[in-house]
């Protein structure tokens, strides 16, 4: 099975990775950390602004990001949480929603849509059936690719509890009993990603209602690589999962 057709959009965390997916012209849109753009940041209108999840101790310092980026030409945001939407709005930003707003139903779809969203990705729990089932009045996309977080919290467990914010991760990981290598993914927040990476590369035709779909980069090296072996309906090297798509959370 071929996925050639598909509306693809890359979620990158590092340098390498954004000037990666800003080559492939597969990718409609590439969602993108902000402390990753700037100024001379190319293809400004393919890019999705992602600020911090956590917004407690620097709302006003996300806020003055977003604004600067604005200034800079770029136009669209990502709101993980209801908490982003204020700043995204006043920053001039056009809203995009994230799989944090926990999105699993066609009423909070378009709940979304109708205060001026420009489309949302669901939640990850939610089961291929019940995607099936959704529609929204704006496009809606899944995270079809990538390691999801296990976990998200402030603090890196790998530096004994200490921030981990220089903006590159530390490369560490924890084990689970099974001994598989849980790596991290180090920011200003921290995510323990699960080991097993999500693919739907040879199950995307169970999602033919679905607008567009999301490959989530973490720690990859190669987004090109990864990317063609998902066109071709191949799975990534390594443990892979098809998360809750097939299992759900009903
Ligand atoms: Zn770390």
């Known amino acids: 099975m071929e996925n050639f057709n598909l509306n693809l959009r890359a979620e990158v965390s590092g340098e390498h990775q954004l000037a990666q997916a800003l080559r492939q012209a597969e990718f409609s849109f590439v ?7 700037a100024a001379n940041t190319p293809n400004k209108d393919k890019i999705i602004a992602v600020p911090n999840v956590f917004l407690a101790d ?7 990001k977003l604004e600067a980026l604005k200034a800079m030409g770029f136009e669209r945001a990502l709101a993980h949480t209801s908490g982003h939407i204020p700043l995204l709005q ?12 926990n999105i699993t139903n066609s009423l909070s779809a378009d709940f979304f849509a109708d205060i001026g969203f420009e489309d949302i990705i669901l939640s990850c729990e939610l089961t291929a059936k019940r995607i099936r089932a959704l529609s929204c009045k704006v496009p809606f996309g899944i995270v079809s690719y990538g390691r999801l977080p296990l976990m998200i919290t402030r603090r890196c467990p790998i530096k004994d509890g200490r921030p981990c914010n220089d903006g590159s991760h530390c490369g560490g990981y924890l084990k689970d009993r099974r001994g598989e290598k849980i790596l991290t993914l180090c920011s200003n927040t921290v995510e323990l990603l699960n080991p097993d990476i999500l693919t739907l590369s040879n199950r995307i035709s169970d999602f033919d209602t679905v607008d567009f779909f999301v490959m989530r980069f973490t720690c990859e090296k190669n987004v ?4 063609d072996r998902f066109k071709h309906g191949e799975k990534p090297k390594g443990k892979v999962t098809s998360g809750l798509y097939y299992r759900g959370v009903e």
């Open 31 to 37: 969602y993108a950390p902000l402390e990753l753009l």
């Open 58 to 64: 620097c709302e006003e310092e996300t806020l003055r």
């Open 90 to 101: 006043k920053a001039g930003m056009k809203l995009h929603g994230g799989m944090r707003l």
């Open 224 to 227: 090109k690589e990864e990317l």
